[in-house]
């Protein structure tokens, strides 16, 4: 509040004419000055406001892609309070793809708004072939030199080497913390159907990759003592030491697991097979029945033909694959290692491996699943490696949990 004394002259006229001209100027220029700062906190604040929409709508774009998940899809339109403001978050599938949607969030702090997108990639891991340890890598030791395949999404914590007259198709392929080279006439894509792409990638006339943005971190859960433990004592059946599959034994359908004369592995639906030891399945293995897993202390190895009797198939990429459903899957889980010895045959499985996927180059055979594991060491020409999109809801009992894995590109703010 302004408080004005006034006091007569009556010999003072001009000096009191000056004198309240100079308090006119005075107040004009102090009425001035604060209409000007006035005017600048306005603008300050709603600078601050502005920024601070901005920060929130950031915060709310982080928080909405660390929790998203399929299952949470519907409670998109969402609104959320925080930080002195409220944000709202939208996610839409992008037309035309597959796992890919658009979150956008606009952060509201007074009437000020600001918007931040980006568009992001979801996957189920069960949906994903993993090479996941640390410095593992694909290809660099011989594996993959000619004539093999890899279908569907891949991670590698590491180097990747693609040979000479191989193909890859589909993706997304995520590269972390190493390099993606290409030799020969190998090729990814086509120029029509390009692999999203996370990470590195190589160049030439034909590798065809749309770079998405940097592969994020993904760390293998480790299967403790206290995780092998529990499966022990809720196993269905416990086996002390080395099982070898192959002589025909109990009775298929009825008991957890059973060999018949054929050379068919049964699993009963459900069933935890828990060995103190490491699991073979022989030359005679031709395929299994049922869904279920088998958990080994110490690895598995693989002479037989490990697939769903189910007759499915479906064709990729001029590829005819077998088909997992969910009356015939079959989940392996160890700290130790899986090898491949079989030459010509299938591995279908959803594997989860602490060790290393293992074939060597006497051997020529093809995964179809999911295969998480610390590295991919493929040692032969003339493989093919696919995953099999929708696994994730099929995984039989026992196999472990594994939350979703999100890679975004670069966010725009707008």
Wanted: net charge negative.
């Amino acid at each position: 509040m302004i408080m004005m004394t006034t006091r007569r002259d009556a010999q003072g006229g001009f000096a009191l004419v000056f004198t309240m001209g100079a308090v006119a100027l005075i107040t004009a220029v102090s009425l001035g000055g604060y209409v000007l700062a006035s005017q600048t906190l306005h603008e300050s604040v709603k600078g601050m406001e502005l920024n601070q929409s901005y920060q929130l709508a950031s915060a709310g774009l982080e928080q909405e892609l660390s929790f998203f998940s399929l299952d949470r899809i519907d409670q998109y339109p969402k609104t959320v309070t925080r930080d002195g403001g409220t944000y709202v978050a939208r996610v839409v599938p992008v037309a035309g793809s597959t796992g890919v949607y658009e979150l956008s969030v606009v952060g509201t702090v007074g009437d000020k708004s600001e918007e931040v997108l980006t568009r992001f990639q979801y996957l189920n891991l069960w949906d994903m072939n993993i090479s996941g340890g640390a410095e593992s890598s694909i290809g660099v030791r011989n594996g993959f030199n000619g004539n093999s395949t890899i279908i569907g999404s891949l991670y590698v914590n590491g180097d990747m080497e693609w040979g000479s007259n191989s193909d890859m198709y589909g993706g997304p392929v995520f590269i972390k913390d190493g390099e993606w080279t290409a030799k020969g006439s190998a090729g990814v894509g086509t120029s029509t159907n390009r692999v999203d792409a996370y990470g590195p990638v190589p160049t030439g006339g034909n590798y065809y990759t749309n770079l998405k943005g940097s592969a994020p971190d993904l760390t293998i859960p480790t299967i403790s003592s206290a995780n092998m433990a529990q499966y022990e004592a809720d196993a269905d059946v416990v086996y002390p030491g080395d099982l070898t599959l192959g002589t025909p034994f109990g009775t298929p359908g009825t008991d957890p697991i059973a060999v018949d004369g054929a050379g068919v592995l049964w699993i009963r639906d459900g069933a935890v097979i828990y060995v103190k030891g490491t699991v073979t399945f022989a030359t005679n293995i031709s395929g299994y029945k049922g869904a279920g897993t088998i958990v080994s202390e110490d690895g598995f190895i693989v002479q037989g033909e490990i697939r769903p009797l189910n007759g499915l198939t479906e064709t990729l990429y001029g590829n005819a694959l077998p088909k997992m459903d969910a009356g015939n899957c079959l989940g392996l889980m160890s700290p130790g290692d899986l090898t491949s010895t079989k030459d010509s045959d299938w591995v279908v499985a959803a594997v989860f491996l602490n060790g290393n996927y293992n074939v060597p180059n006497n051997a020529h055979n093809s995964f179809r699943g999911s295969m998480i594991v610390n590295s991919i060491n493929i040692q032969t020409t003339g493989t093919l490696l696919c995953n099999q999109p929708g696994l994730g809801d099929i995984v039989p009992n026992g196999m472990p949990g594994l939350s979703g894995f999100t890679a975004r590109g670069d966010w725009v703010r707008r």
